[in-house]
């Protein structure tokens, strides 16, 4: 890269960033979206997989001998299927990495927006080169979905005492290459929609099955077969997993899944993608 393209990388992320900024309302949804699921699910769901709230009374008579010995093995194994942790604290680990996936398709649909109002013609006719826009833009974006899971982060500290400070700078990494990934994905669908209504109702299909099928709300190891094998597909998968690892230490993915194998396949999917964003750019006309 030159000296313009450097300007122009650096100039579309404090554009993104200042977008960011006067967007209260964006801020306030990307965080607050899950919280709710943190609360609806992790307080709703968390009081079922707790062996505290097992109602002994209607147990048989041969059960009641010892039902704190009951109660205890039936904790030992809910906590064993969450790698060591309560639910609240595995879902919250989960949500992290949702949050800025979920953030990370809105660079779409602003991209569409810049064509409707004619600012996507200008960078085209930049001097600089349209692949260091488009990555200035992603970048951009993508700091801004890696500071959204952070302020998720930092909230669960509040509610569980199983994370890992320490480890919180590793997460964000993975975070960070999966969202940027994630983001050239979301630009490459959006060059080719002129709507937000289309690409939104492409978006909405995506995002669902690869957040149930990501190990984001239940372990990857109690799910069906098939969903096993889709999941392996799953970029999402594998930040989850990676960034869950750090901030827990709890490993709950598959017998062959790491954190070094988890950062080798979210680095080949990002940059896959950040290419295909780059050149689907660079072949976009002032007229698309």
Do not use: C
Request: overall charge positive; aromatic content about 12%; charged content about 10%.
């Amino acid at each position: 890269m030159d000296d313009r393209d450097l300007n122009a990388v650096a100039s579309m992320i404090y554009r993104q960033l200042k977008r960011w900024i006067s967007s209260r309302s964006r801020i306030v949804s990307v965080i607050v979206q899950p919280l709710l699921w943190i609360i609806l699910l992790g307080l709703g769901f968390g009081a079922i997989f707790s062996a505290q709230n097992i109602d002994t009374s209607t147990w048989p008579s041969f059960v009641k001998i010892n039902p704190e010995l009951l109660k205890n093995i039936v904790s030992k194994y809910f906590t064993t299927l969450f790698g060591g942790v309560d639910y609240i604290t595995y879902l919250i680990t989960g949500m992290a990495s949702m949050t800025a996936f979920m953030g990370s398709f809105i660079s779409g649909i602003s991209v569409i927006w810049d064509k409707q109002f004619g600012f996507l013609k200008e960078t085209l006719v930049a001097p600089a080169s349209r692949r260091s826009i488009i990555f200035g833009r992603m970048l951009g974006d993508a700091i801004i979905n890696t500071i959204h899971s952070t302020a998720i982060i930092l909230l669960s500290l509040l509610v569980s005492g199983s994370i890992n400070i320490w480890g919180i700078p590793a997460a964000l990494a993975y975070i960070f290459i999966m969202s940027l990934g994630f983001t050239g994905l979301g630009i490459a669908l959006s060059l080719r929609f002129s709507s937000m209504e289309g690409f939104q109702m492409i978006v909405n299909l995506l995002t669902m099955p690869l957040m149930f099928m990501s190990g984001v709300f239940y372990p990857l190891k109690t799910m069906p077969d098939w969903m096993k094998t889709i999941a392996l597909f799953n970029p999402l998968t594998y930040a989850v997993h990676g960034s869950r690892y750090w901030l827990t230490g709890t490993d709950t993915g598959l017998s062959f899944m790491n954190p070094l194998l988890d950062l080798a396949i979210l680095s080949i999917f990002t940059t896959i993608f950040t290419i295909i964003a780059m050149i689907l750019f660079d072949r976009a006309s002032l007229e698309d």
